[in-house]
């Protein structure tokens, strides 16, 4: 056998020196301030009525864009929860297990009042400044959004029953996290989840089968009963207490349920196991079993549904400033990689095709933005009979439209990055899992655009004042003008309308976007999106703007710097 031939010197020092540069590559969006980078957000801010809060969002704004603060997100989605339904020596202890980033991550949230704040410091702007902070947060991580949102929504279905709020409210909307599996009474901070569908019935609510037994002869609002049943979607199933449906003999009806009865006792509402979900993995999502669990009455009985109407406009509104948030977070990252990465002899942002998709991503997020922090003031102003209107209307058209929006967004977006989005250690897996989820969450598309219908039909004003909203803008743009027209003759035609309402819900969250953008956004945002979205064949593929757009300078207005 031969030997090899030994490698001359020059050979050697070739083989051992290094392969390539590493050139032309992006960086992570780290240390920058994601406040005062959005010009969008920080316009909306003043607009709506919430600049008092400038200094504290700014602050707030460099806090989430920190690299130690965004590893919390990658790190509570790479460790998700895990269930102990019992300890070692065979004690039921129901204990969902949770990484420290998860802790964290809630623990900001409820001291910045995301949980709150409104309801403890009302005022001009509290829903605006709140929702700013949200959305902040948000592109963050959204999975522990779900116990914040459900906490946050809680409050107004809990104020039907005053005694029960005199007990509870107070310590709901403290500043305080409290994770600990012990008695709510050993707390001074506590968080709420809601406990509604069932495996037969999901949205359709009226068809559970819960019941609820009166353990003594009072009945009725703050009554004690026992719950029987299942509830087989309870997200964050280690909150202190739940809102739950269930049937009392005088019919559906809402009730407070604790994890642990005022005597210290586990309440007998046992997890069966974790969700294995596409998306928002750092939140635990669980099948329960009630087995005579403890409850107290919220609301009249047999009002369930209209006991928590307000909490579902809570938590439907926090789905749009999630899924506004999360096409800010997909949009940022592709803006933040166009701007550093070449091909072709030129910086991606540079050409013109790539511009046609960046702006067009960007347009998109502009307009969520818009609605969603309209929506915020409205329910600022819920005592205006015009805003109370818009809030009972639009929350399920933006719902509905910025939700089902946001999925193609996201892929759009990872597009831009090219094959390394695709990639575990890139951030867009997360937000393309994600996506979807506001979408079915809360109610999916038909359920909002039903609940449309029934607005329109329970108080025709709705539609009156939806179109008092967007006839501020007449006359500032033709396209728009003649979208408006048009969908007022839509809905003379009252036949066959239940078929055609998700293009009547399109029709109306494009034409309202459009008409905050004219009003509010820079002329060439505003004219932009007009000409891509309204009249014709509607928007296609992202990508497909009209000529005449300054693509440019709508990218320029939008890209962070890191």
Same mark, same amino acid.
């Given at each position: 056998?031969?030997?090899?031939?030994?490698?001359?010197?020059?050979?050697?020092?070739?083989?051992?020196?290094?392969? *390539?540069?590493?050139?032309?590559?992006?960086?992570?969006?780290?240390? +920058?301030?994601?406040?005062?980078?959005?010009?969008?957000?920080?316009?909306?801010?003043?607009?709506?009525?919430?600049?008092?809060?400038?200094?504290?969002?700014?602050?707030?704004?460099?806090?989430?864009?920190?690299?130690?603060?965004?590893?919390?997100?990658?790190?509570?989605?790479?460790?998700?929860?895990?269930?102990?339904?019992?300890?070692?020596?065979?004690?039921?202890?129901?204990? #969902?297990?949770?990484?420290?980033? +998860?802790?964290?991550?809630?623990?900001?949230?409820?001291?910045?009042?995301?949980?709150?704040?409104?309801?403890?410091?009302?005022?001009?702007?509290? *829903?605006?400044?709140?929702?700013?902070?949200?959305?902040?947060?948000?592109? #963050?991580?959204?999975?522990?959004?779900?116990?914040?949102?459900?906490?946050? $929504?809680?409050?107004?279905?809990?104020?039907?029953?005053?005694?029960?709020?005199?007990?509870?409210?107070?310590?709901?909307? $403290?500043?305080? +996290?409290?994770?600990?599996?012990?008695?709510?009474?050993?707390?001074?901070?506590?968080?709420?989840?809601?406990?509604?569908?069932?495996?037969?019935?999901?949205?359709?609510?009226?068809?559970?089968?819960?019941?609820?037994?009166?353990?003594?002869?009072?009945?009725?609002?703050?009554?004690?009963?026992?719950?029987?049943?299942?509830?087989?979607?309870?997200?964050?199933?280690?909150?202190?207490?739940?809102?739950?449906?269930?049937? $009392?003999?005088?019919? !559906?009806?809402?009730?407070?349920?604790?994890?642990?009865?005022?005597?210290?006792?586990?309440?007998?509402?046992?997890?069966?196991?974790?969700?294995?979900?596409?998306?928002?993995?750092?939140?635990?999502?669980?099948?329960?079993?009630?087995?005579?669990?403890?409850?107290?009455?919220?609301?009249?009985?047999?009002?369930?549904?209209?006991?928590?109407?307000?909490?579902?406009?809570?938590?439907?509104?926090?789905?749009?400033?999630?899924?506004?948030?999360?096409?800010?977070?997909? #949009?940022?990252?592709?803006?933040?990689?166009?701007?550093?990465?070449?091909?072709?002899?030129?910086? !991606?942002?540079?050409?013109?095709?790539?511009?046609?998709?960046?702006?067009?991503?960007?347009?998109?997020?502009?307009?969520?933005? %818009? !609605?969603?922090?309209?929506?915020?003031?409205?329910?600022?102003?819920?005592?205006?009979?015009?805003?109370?209107?818009?809030?009972?209307?639009?929350?399920?058209?933006?719902?509905?439209?910025?939700?089902?929006?946001?999925?193609?967004?996201?892929?759009?977006?990872?597009?831009?990055?090219?094959?390394?989005?695709?990639?575990?250690?890139?951030?867009?897996?997360?937000?393309?899992?994600?996506?979807?989820?506001?979408?079915?969450?809360?109610?999916?598309?038909?359920?909002?655009?039903?609940?449309?219908?029934?607005?329109?039909?329970?108080?025709?004003?709705?539609?009156?004042?939806?179109?008092?909203?967007?006839?501020?803008?007449?006359?500032?743009?033709? %396209?728009?003008?003649?979208?408006?027209?048009?969908?007022?003759? $839509?809905?003379?035609?009252?036949?066959?309308?239940?078929?055609?309402?998700?293009?009547?819900?399109?029709?109306?969250?494009?034409?309202?976007?459009?008409?905050?953008?004219?009003?509010?956004?820079? %002329?060439?945002?505003?004219?932009?999106?007009?000409?891509?979205?309204?009249?014709?064949?509607?928007?296609?593929?992202?990508?497909?703007?009209?000529?005449?757009?300054?693509?440019?300078?709508?990218?320029?207005? %939008?890209?962070?710097?890191?």
């Amino acid at each position: 056998m031969l030997s090899p031939t030994p490698a001359s010197p020059q050979a050697q020092s070739r083989y051992l020196s290094s392969t *390539h540069t590493v050139e032309n590559v992006s960086r992570e969006l780290l240390d +920058y301030n994601m406040y005062t980078q959005d010009q969008a957000l920080r316009e909306a801010v003043v607009r709506e009525g919430a600049a008092w809060a400038e200094d504290g969002l700014q602050a707030f704004g460099a806090l989430t864009g920190s690299a130690d603060y965004l590893e919390l997100g990658v790190l509570a989605n790479r460790n998700p929860p895990e269930l102990d339904t019992h300890d070692r020596f065979g004690h039921r202890v129901d204990l #969902v297990r949770f990484h420290p980033a +998860y802790h964290q991550l809630m623990r900001t949230a409820i001291e910045q009042g995301i949980h709150a704040s409104p309801w403890t410091e009302p005022g001009p702007g509290a *829903h605006v400044a709140r929702a700013a902070r949200f959305y902040l947060q948000t592109q #963050v991580e959204a999975g522990h959004g779900c116990p914040i949102t459900m906490t946050f $929504a809680a409050v107004p279905a809990l104020m039907h029953t005053p005694e029960l709020a005199r007990q509870w409210v107070p310590r709901i909307t $403290a500043r305080h +996290y409290d994770p600990r599996n012990v008695p709510d009474a050993q707390k001074a901070g506590l968080t709420i989840g809601m406990a509604m569908t069932e495996k037969q019935g999901g949205s359709d609510v009226r068809a559970n089968s819960t019941r609820a037994y009166p353990v003594g002869p009072q009945t009725g609002p703050g009554a004690a009963y026992e719950l029987v049943g299942h509830k087989f979607f309870v997200s964050a199933p280690m909150c202190d207490a739940f809102l739950v449906l269930a049937q $009392a003999p005088g019919g !559906l009806s809402c009730f407070l349920l604790p994890r642990w009865t005022p005597e210290g006792e586990k309440n007998p509402m046992q997890v069966i196991r974790l969700k294995r979900k596409m998306g928002n993995v750092s939140n635990a999502s669980s099948e329960t079993e009630l087995r005579g669990a403890l409850a107290w009455m919220v609301g009249e009985e047999g009002k369930g549904v209209r006991t928590i109407i307000e909490m579902v406009a809570m938590t439907r509104f926090d789905c749009m400033v999630g899924s506004s948030a999360a096409q800010r977070a997909a #949009v940022s990252q592709a803006l933040h990689h166009c701007s550093l990465r070449s091909a072709f002899g030129k910086v !991606l942002n540079e050409q013109p095709l790539m511009q046609n998709v960046l702006a067009d991503l960007v347009l998109e997020s502009e307009g969520s933005l %818009a !609605l969603t922090m309209r929506m915020a003031r409205a329910l600022d102003q819920r005592k205006d009979p015009h805003e109370d209107l818009l809030v009972r209307l639009c929350t399920a058209v933006g719902k509905y439209w910025i939700c089902k929006r946001t999925p193609n967004h996201a892929y759009e977006s990872m597009e831009c990055i090219g094959g390394s989005g695709v990639m575990e250690d890139s951030p867009f897996p997360r937000l393309f899992r994600e996506s979807p989820v506001n979408a079915i969450w809360e109610g999916s598309g038909n359920v909002q655009c039903l609940d449309v219908l029934r607005a329109l039909a329970k108080s025709p004003a709705t539609l009156d004042a939806y179109f008092t909203e967007v006839g501020r803008a007449r006359g500032a743009n033709a %396209a728009l003008d003649g979208a408006v027209a048009q969908l007022k003759d $839509a809905f003379q035609r009252r036949e066959d309308i239940e078929y055609r309402s998700r293009d009547l819900v399109d029709r109306m969250a494009l034409a309202l976007q459009a008409a905050l953008l004219v009003q509010h956004a820079p %002329a060439g945002v505003a004219d932009a999106f007009c000409a891509s979205r309204l009249g014709g064949s509607g928007h296609r593929n992202y990508g497909t703007l009209p000529g005449g757009i300054d693509c440019a300078a709508i990218i320029e207005r %939008a890209t962070p710097r890191a």
